[in-house]
């Protein structure tokens, strides 16, 4: 039973450490501008990045030579993004729980779009 509750201990503990890795990881990447080249491959520059374009940001990012510096943030993020993704599927009724799903989705498509203009500019 105690080995038990410390497994249930350890990985809340890790899950917790693992989303505020992910939330300063976006954080320092959503200070970073996007380039108009890469707003222009998704949505026109003044509708800004919706969340529904980090798949293709991925999917683009897959086809750019890897870098190796930015690999790790990228799974962190990628799996991050499930996160608000699984709680929009309750947010549908709670209006406040929605707009920050869609917030935290947005920051990882920003995320994803910093990683493809970087990505684009070392190949250069």
Known sequence: ???????????????????????SVIAIYSECEVSLDTQTLTRPP???????????????????????????????VRLYYRVPRALALAGKRTPRLADWTRAEQASCAHFAAVTLDRRIAAEV
């Open 46 to 76: 003044e509708d800004g990045l919706p969340a529904q374009d980090f798949p293709l940001l991925l999917n683009l990012i897959r086809l750019c030579p890897h870098t190796g510096d930015d690999a790790g943030r990228l799974v962190a």
């Open 1 to 23: 039973m105690i080995s038990l509750l410390l497994l249930v201990i350890s990985l809340t503990a890790v899950l917790q450490f693992g989303i505020a890795y992910c939330r």
